[in-house]
């Protein structure tokens, strides 16, 4: 069973950075296309950036492009998302999984982001 744990949020100030940190226990997601989400209180979970197996190949939602930058470590099987430029609209609880298309992996607890003006 594959464990998700979700790590590195805060309260930030509008402007800053973070960098969220995602392992998974109990298998390794070497070569899976892998991706973060957030869910906003009131919204629903949407999209925030993905990577592709190989690592070579990224894409973001129209909030994420220009200041969130997605990555992996097969070696250390994690997950990052680097948030730069934070506003206040990016506060919400942050979550890693499989991108979407692909059946998901038990959700794990995420992290929780809330950036102050």
């Known amino acids: 069973q594959v464990q998700l744990v979700e790590s590195g949020g805060g309260l930030v100030q509008a402007g800053g950075s973070l960098r969220l940190s995602c392992a998974a226990a109990?298998?390794?997601?070497?070569?899976?296309?892998m991706a973060w989400f957030r869910r906003a209180p009131g919204n629903e979970r949407e999209f925030v950036a993905g990577?592709?197996?190989?690592?070579?190949?990224?894409d973001y939602s129209n909030s994420g492009e220009g200041r969130f930058v997605i990555s992996r470590d097969d070696a250390k099987n994690s997950v990052y998302l680097q948030m730069n430029s934070l506003k206040l609209e990016d506060t919400a609880v942050y979550y890693c999984?499989?991108?979407?298309?692909?059946?998901?992996?038990?959700w794990g607890q995420g992290a929780q982001v809330t950036v102050s003006s």
């Open positions: 109990g298998r390794v997601f070497s070569g899976w296309d």
């Open positions: 990577i592709s197996g190989s690592g070579r190949s990224t």
């Open positions: 999984n499989r991108k979407p298309g692909y059946p998901p992996l038990p």
